[in-house]
């Protein structure tokens, strides 16, 4: 294929599912060679590799990039915001152009309340209004005046729910660190908001995000299938759009099929979020190789990992550092380079052991004890355990919702095979784990975790009584 097609190849490799049904729905083509040629990236999205034909007029190619590449502009909120706030500096600084000061004014006419940014927005126009006023501008701040009055409920309202929406998030992060409190009785109102044609659509998406961030507390997602739904409509008729927005709904349908087990969905979605990257690539990533890890494709996974590397090195957030760095280990356990995992593991253990401790200690250990023990390197994970007071930090973390006993576990099989524990004890604390389990664990979560130490204790796992 000639190198003009292949960079038009790439190009289209980056358009997502929602911009495609969006420009297909806007799309009002005469020349049959470019509805042709969309209909064709479109029929092609979900392969490998894009096939076109290079006997059509290369220019043909070129618009139909160029009216994607606008069509998607125009409807990009996040581009907008970046408009509005470059207006604003001009403003400030005294450089605003005549061509500026047209765009916002014709802003007036085509936007509402509805708009995502809608309080920068009105905030910006009240700007532009005192630049107007000192240089007696009358006709446009009649103008302004007028659109000041009738969006100014709408703005209060804007900042009203925007503060209550932040109340809300406080108790929903508190209950995921602390794995404490009740965010359910917050569903309604965030509901409400989401489904309120009337509010801006920042506000809309902002409640959407805390309602699943509250199905992700609560393991349950069922209350948002509606929800999910009506986004994704949405996103097709070009609203809610940016590519950060439509990759973060990808990731969060992920979550959403992942809780329902249906796994070719999620790990749909979760390639569609890493299509791109941006930053919130490493959470996305992660939140993939756990598909992938589940369902067996350990290669897969691996060669996503090596992809994002240089961003798990980059980036300062180590909650998605730590659970890369954890999936990387348990993908070389799962492909059996034990030793690779044990070293990586303690590398990264020696040069970040306060953040492991501060952030995602129990994901992190669980696959490095597990190295060990898949090397019946006993004494080592014992010494490990021992070094970092793992039982008694595991003592205090059982009290969390969806606690599982797995370091325990491990431990309690280093211990046996260091005839530092029989092997009736062993029978008993795990029998008892498990009955507690029972109580609040999924069956499938229960086989996973008996399976698993299976691999270790055969004789044992047969004599657990839950």
């Not at 061509?99 to 802003?107: G, H």
Request: net charge positive; charged share 30%.
């Amino acid at each position: 294929m000639p190198s003009k097609l292949n960079k038009f190849s790439t190009f289209c490799d980056s358009l997502l599912p929602h911009e495609l049904d969006y420009l297909i729905k806007v799309q009002q083509f005469k020349d049959r060679d470019r509805l042709s040629i969309l209909n064709q990236i479109i029929g092609q999205q979900d392969q490998d590799s894009f096939t076109f034909d290079d006997t059509v007029d290369k220019r043909k190619y070129s618009h139909l990039k160029n009216w994607i590449e606008n069509r998607l502009a125009e409807i990009d909120v996040d581009l907008s915001l970046k408009r509005i706030l470059e207006v604003e500096e001009a403003i400030f600084t005294d450089q605003i152009n005549s061509a500026s000061e047209k765009l916002l004014l014709r802003s007036i006419g085509k936007w509402d309340h509805t708009f995502f940014y809608f309080r920068k927005w009105y905030e910006v126009i009240k700007v532009f209004r005192n630049y107007l006023l000192i240089r007696m501008r009358y006709k446009e701040i009649a103008l302004i005046d007028q659109f000041l009055e009738n969006h100014q409920k709408a703005y209060l309202l804007s900042h009203q729910v925007n503060d209550q929406i932040q109340f809300i998030s406080e108790e929903i992060i508190e209950q995921y660190k602390t794995h404490k409190g009740d965010t359910k009785k917050h569903i309604d109102s965030l509901s409400k908001m989401f489904m309120d044609e009337s509010l801006d659509h920042y506000n809309r998406f902002q409640a959407f995000i805390r309602l699943i961030f509250i199905g992700f507390n609560y393991r349950d997602f069922t209350f948002l299938l509606d929800h999910f739904d009506s986004f994704d409509q949405m996103l097709s008729d070009g609203k809610f759009y940016s590519k950060r927005i439509l990759l973060n709904y990808y990731s969060n349908r992920l979550l959403l099929h992942s809780r329902a087990r249906e796994y070719d969905a999620a790990e749909k979605y979760g390639n569609l979020s890493i299509k791109v990257k941006n930053q919130d690539y490493l959470l996305y990533l992660n939140n993939l190789i756990a598909v992938l890890l589940r369902r067996g494709k350990f290669e897969y996974a691996m060669e996503a990992l090596q992809k994002g590397a240089s961003e798990a090195k980059e980036t300062t957030n180590f909650h998605n550092k730590i659970g890369y760095v954890s999936f990387y280990v348990e993908t070389l356990n799962r492909l059996g380079k034990f030793k690779n995992a044990e070293n990586y593991a303690r590398v990264f253990l020696s040069a970040y052991r306060a953040e492991v401790f501060k952030y995602r200690w129990h994901i992190f250990f669980t696959t490095y004890l597990e190295s060990l023990l898949r090397q019946q390197q006993y004494a080592e994970l014992v010494k490990v355990a021992s070094q970092h007071k793992l039982l008694e930090r595991d003592k205090a973390y059982s009290k969390k919702e969806g606690y599982s006993p797995i370091i325990s576990w491990y431990i309690m099989i280093a211990r046996y095979e260091n005839a530092m524990i029989d092997k009736e004890e062993v029978v008993k604390l795990m029998s008892r784990d498990l009955k507690r389990m029972k109580e609040t664990s999924s069956p499938e979560d229960l086989d996973a975790l008996v399976k698993k130490i299976s691999l270790f204790f055969p004789f044992i796992t047969r004599q657990l009584q839950v």
